[in-house]
């Protein structure tokens, strides 16, 4: 019997990352988890090269930094060995340095390619759990997540980087790629996350903007009809979240706050108060639940990713999410002339977008789906670009 070589390990790796999160939600997390722990084991025992290049060490240090910056804050804050219990999944943002060696050993190609086709299949997986809650349960659907948020989360970000495989010269990966992004968009629909809807226009834009045969197929009657069937689709389910935002429209117009409005507020002047007393390095991770529960919600963070950041630890957490944030933009920018350099940027791009934008009004990080979800994305484009005089590899590049 014939096991798969570590490349085509690879391969299956990256492609169950943009497949399986619809239905598995956690999945991602396990994926992230094994794959660095036995990264780390290869590395080791000198079963993979230990070299990473320098727009390698952006992604890395970054995260490493952003590590840092929450640990540093904790133990100003009188972090316990019980608070370890909270602050322990934050040392998975140390994993790039193990699974980027292992992931070099595949092809660019490999790499993208492979998460553009998982995620072409993700919500087209998901779809039918979905209508199950949404129309047997009557629940606001969460698809294999858990929670309707993180599957929202699921379906802004792999649901458009599906849109890559339009770009593709092959018929059915550009129509997986039509299907999926449609999948992503009810599916998303069905959750009610309103902060990402928006979201989805990121990934439309992007597409047709990099890539000059994705223009040209706009002109194809079929892609005019399909385009008007997503409507027509779109506006026969969207009934629960178009009366979610006509609330939030009324309290703009009349000033007259809708529930999850009002909460919002009262969480944002409480955090003001609490970043104006701690700026620097806030008041550690450990203490934000008992912070929130002075305003009378439960929650586990304060609806705004860099506002929770501030709260966590100060202006040091904040600059470090930022530039962790920024990494994969700067890397594909990089590296735009790079092999699939229009692709690898069109993922970052998307990634961060989804990130930052959704994140105003949810939270960032600190959730495994969020957390595993971004680091596996984000490592990929790193570890996509080739190793070239201009950018070599550093460390021991033989085993």
């Not at 240090?61 to 999944?89: E, H, Q, R």
């Not at 979905?130 to 349960?137: D, M, R, T």
Request: hydrophobic share 60%.
């Amino acid at each position: 019997m014939n096991f798969p070589d570590k490349r085509q390990n690879n391969k299956i790796a990256v492609f169950l990352v943009g497949a399986v999160g619809g239905v598995g939600g956690s999945a991602i997390t396990a994926l992230w988890a094994a794959s660095g722990i036995w990264a780390l084991v290869m590395l080791v025992f000198k079963k993979i090269p230990a070299a990473l290049t320098r727009t390698d060490l952006l992604l890395a240090g970054s995260a490493t930094a952003y590590v840092a910056a929450n640990l540093l804050a904790s133990a100003l804050n009188g972090m316990k060995l019980v608070d370890f219990a909270i602050l322990y999944p934050v040392f998975v943002f140390l994993f790039p340095w193990f699974i980027i060696p292992r992931l070099r050993l595949s092809t660019p190609d490999d790499l993208i390619g492979m998460l553009a086709l998982g995620a072409g299949f993700c919500c087209i997986l998901a779809l039918p759990l979905a209508i199950y809650q949404s129309v047997v349960l009557h629940m606001r659907v969460e698809g294999g997540a858990g929670n309707a948020i993180p599957f929202g989360l699921i379906c802004a970000v792999v649901g458009q980087l599906a849109l890559l495989n339009t770009a593709s010269p092959v018929a059915w990966r550009a129509i997986l790629g039509c299907a999926g992004y449609l999948a992503a968009l009810i599916c998303l629909v069905l959750s009610e996350t309103r902060g990402l809807l928006p979201v989805m226009l990121v990934g439309p834009v992007l597409v047709v903007t990099l890539f000059s045969d994705v223009r040209k197929r706009m002109a194809n009657r079929w892609f005019l009809l399909a385009a008007a069937l997503a409507l027509l689709v779109l506006f026969f389910i969207s009934g629960p979240i178009i009366a979610r935002l006509m609330q939030f429209v009324s309290f703009v117009v009349s000033g007259q706050q809708e529930h999850s409005t009002a909460e919002r507020l009262m969480l944002w002047r409480h955090a003001a108060d609490l970043i104006a007393e701690r700026p620097i390095f806030g008041f550690g991770m450990q203490h934000r639940q008992e912070l929130i529960q002075q305003t009378g919600f439960g929650y586990s963070h304060f609806h705004n990713g860099f506002v929770t950041a501030l709260v966590d630890s100060g202006l040091v957490g904040l600059l470090s999410l930022i530039a962790l944030l920024a990494a994969p933009v700067v890397i594909a920018a990089k590296a735009f002339r790079a092999v699939l350099g229009r692709e690898r940027l069109f993922v970052a791009l998307t990634l961060v977008a989804v990130y930052v934008l959704g994140g105003m009004t949810n939270l960032i990080f600190w959730h495994d789906i969020y957390d595993n979800l971004f680091l596996w994305v984000a490592t990929i484009v790193a570890a996509s670009v080739p190793a070239t005089d201009s950018n070599p590899a550093l460390g021991r590049s033989e085993v």
